[in-house]
């Protein structure tokens, strides 16, 4: 989508729709005939209650063709996440209208509400078409938008916002789009190959750890978990050095290609919806991407894990005893596998253990890690648990500020107990309650005193529903969040 900028009024353009926000009950100013136009609406018609549309046609009266309406709410109730959603909704109204080419009038705090505008824009007409090709030959795109400026706007700076916000949006819908592939085309050789792509044009460097690395290096989790697979696990390490004096950080993604659950198999009922498993990993991807595209001053290493879980001859059993990775601390830890369904977090571990080995001074993960946060949390927001109250600060803030939503859970000591083995270190379920967090403490086990948050994204990862800026599917959760935090870091 293409994205220009101008202090004209959107009124004022001539283009095929103008788009217009409203508070509720808010007169709305403008040229006389737009006025004229305003008075055969009635009250229950647009009155700019919250996500409420409405569309005039200027019939020649005004420069754009259309004027859509899109109410706001309350005034008093009113964050940028409000703006997000309503361009949202507009968006695709456009887009079902054929329009292709719209301005958007925009007021409030110009970057902000500038940053908003265009995340929904790109985020909301994104569909997911590669094994369903439009060919009626009448589909349409919102392709360009004119940003319509209050006159004190400052335009350099406007460009430079929507050019970092079309980053951004644009790197999340790459998660979308590896996110929404089902299994038989992403393995995690693919995943690597995304990865080695990735880094071939964003400037990175990517290091792949296939089978016999991990074997050579004593990845005991990883290699258990994709034991069973035709399709063998590979640890994936993307590498951005954006400042030589920048403290590491690491960011550490769950990507099971598919999970059958193994030998403690699922149910079929929604099994097709594990090919969004990878989605910690992807993200982990994309937010490389988009840290890469921005240059911030940082030095991250992005660590993902991706093996397939499937049942057979090889694969690991309940009742094993797996071995991972040694890591920074050079001891093992020991699991007691009770669970293969719990493989996540046995994936995880290893990683983690790595980026701690690599020097990583701050720690944040990514997994669809539980059904229990599901329950916990619903689709509205992710689990997030750690060690550090600082860090876990920051990203709430930035989840206020992205839409992006986290939810903190406590991670005491009476459920780090409810992981302890009687012939290992740690087993790999602490049981059917307080699952997110007891597999939180599993996780906790790897990362000693390095500040670490957890975010489980295992409700949050894809929707199965149409939501005002998002479509079924892949979500790119975390993409944003984590981009905003990292902007802001110091």
């Known amino acids: 989508m293409n994205f220009s900028v101008t202090t004209s009024s959107a009124l004022s353009q001539k283009q095929p729709a103008a788009v217009l926000f409203a508070f509720e009950k808010q007169r709305l100013d403008g040229p006389a005939a737009f006025k004229n136009l305003l008075r055969h609406v009635g009250p229950k018609e647009f009155r ?15 420069a754009p063709q259309r004027i859509l309406l899109v109410g706001l709410g309350k005034r008093d109730k009113f964050t940028t996440e409000t703006l997000r959603r309503a361009m949202g909704i507009a968006a695709k109204k456009l887009r079902d209208l054929g329009v292709e080419r719209a301005a958007v009038q925009v007021a409030g705090d110009v970057g902000d509400s500038l940053g908003a505008i265009v995340e929904a824009a790109i985020l909301a007409t994104y569909q997911f078409r ?10 349409t795109e919102l392709k360009t938008l004119t940003l319509c400026l209050p006159a004190y706007a400052d335009l350099k700076a406007a460009r430079k916002a929507a050019a970092d916000a079309q980053i951004v949006a644009e790197a999340t819908n790459y998660a979308r789009e590896i996110g929404n592939l089902p299994g038989n085309v992403v393995t995690p050789q693919v995943m690597a190959d995304y990865a080695r792509k990735l880094a071939d044009d964003s400037g990175l460097v990517c290091t792949v750890f296939a089978k016999k690395e991990l074997e050579a290096g004593g990845f005991g989790g990883l290699l258990a978990v994709g034991g069973g697979s035709a399709n063998e696990p590979h ?10 004096d920048a403290t590491p950080i690491a960011l550490v993604g769950k990507a099971i290609t598919f999970d059958s659950g193994g030998i403690s198999i699922k149910p079929s009922d929604k099994m097709d919806e594990m090919k969004f498993d990878k989605c910690g990993g992807v993200a982990v991807l994309a937010i490389m ?5 921005l240059k911030l001053p940082l030095n991250l290493i992005g660590v993902i894990s991706s093996a397939e879980n499937m049942p057979g001859s090889t694969s690991y059993r309940p009742g094993d005893i797996v071995t991972s990775y040694r890591g920074a601390d050079k001891r093992a830890v020991t699991i007691e596998v009770l669970n293969t369904d719990a493989e996540g977090r046995i994936v995880l571990g290893d990683a983690l253990a790595y980026a701690r080995e690599r020097g990583a001074k701050t720690i944040i993960d990514f997994a669809t890690l539980t059904g229990a946060c599901v329950v916990a949390l619903g689709s509205i927001a992710a689990g997030l648990l750690g060690n550090d109250d600082a860090l876990q600060e920051k990203i709430r803030a930035s989840a206020d500020r992205t839409g992006d939503r986290v939810w903190p859970l406590p991670l005491w000591q009476e459920y780090k107990d409810k992981i302890k083995s009687d012939v290992a270190d740690i087993k790999n379920t602490g049981g059917r309650y307080g699952g997110a967090i007891t597999a939180a403490a599993f996780l906790a086990k790897y990362v000693g005193d390095t500040p670490w948050a957890h975010l489980d994204i295992a409700g949050t990862a894809w929707t199965t529903e149409e939501l ?23």
């Open 235 to 244: 640890l994936i390490v993307l590498e951005y050095c954006g400042s030589k």
């Open 48 to 62: 700019g209650a919250e996500r409420q549309i409405f569309l005039l046609h200027s019939a020649g009266k005004l």
């Open 468 to 490: 005002p800026y998002l479509t079924k599917g892949a979500t790119g959760f975390g993409v944003r969040l984590v981009v905003d935090l990292l902007r802001r870091w110091n």
């Open 130 to 139: 590669q094994f369903k090709p439009d060919d009626d030959g009448d589909a």
């Open 289 to 293: 991407k988009a840290i890469a595209q």
